[in-house]
């Protein structure tokens, strides 16, 4: 309860007193993506180009770094905003399931309540297969493509629980 109470008092202090709403946070405007996420709670990216095998399957690999003593709720956290990695397929492509890695265990200092949550700089993972026509279609032509990955997560630091917050960015396609 102490922990909804201080989240509440978070999101609304800027309504406090007449103050002016603060301005949209650059990492949620309409910029075009760039190759990494950087939002006040993380840092995320890919940690290498995608690079398509022979039999058309490739792995994307995101590097997500939590800021200096930020946590981030893990994939399979109940009561918060769990963090899910999602990629905005492609004409002849499919993405596979998304491998989380195991969580820990963090308990809120204030109120002794526990969660699962990442701490630590973590890697996902997601398996991408494509079809022999995307394959074919890439042959003779530009063999780099850009593909978009999707963040979603709730973050919170030792006092504060912030609201669950969604950012993109780009990584690079190598057929």
């Given at each position: 309860?102490?922990r ?25 405007s309409?910029?075009?993506?760039e ?50 990695l ?27 309540e526990s ?40 973050a ?20």
């Amino acid at each position: 309860m102490t922990r909804v109470i201080l989240t509440l008092l978070a999101l609304t202090a800027p309504l406090v007193g007449g103050q002016a709403q603060p301005k949209m946070p650059t990492f949620l405007s309409a910029t075009p993506l760039e190759p990494t996420l950087v939002t006040p709670h993380l840092d995320a990216r890919a940690v290498s180009a995608v690079r398509v095998g022979v039999g058309g399957t490739a792995t994307l690999v995101v590097l997500v770094t939590p800021k200096p003593k930020m946590h981030v709720y893990s994939a399979d956290v109940d009561g918060y905003a769990p963090f899910t990695l999602t990629t905005q397929p492609q004409p002849g492509m499919s993405v596979g399931k998304v491998a989380y890695p195991s969580s820990e265990l963090y308990v809120f200092p204030p109120t002794g309540e526990s969660s699962r949550a990442y701490i630590k700089p973590f890697k996902v993972t997601v398996p991408l297969t494509f079809s022999v026509a995307a394959r074919a279609s890439a042959e003779g032509s530009a063999s780099r493509a850009p593909g978009v990955v999707t963040l979603r997560y709730q973050a919170c630091d030792d006092a504060v629980c912030y609201r669950p917050t969604t950012g993109s960015f780009v990584f690079e396609i190598i057929r």
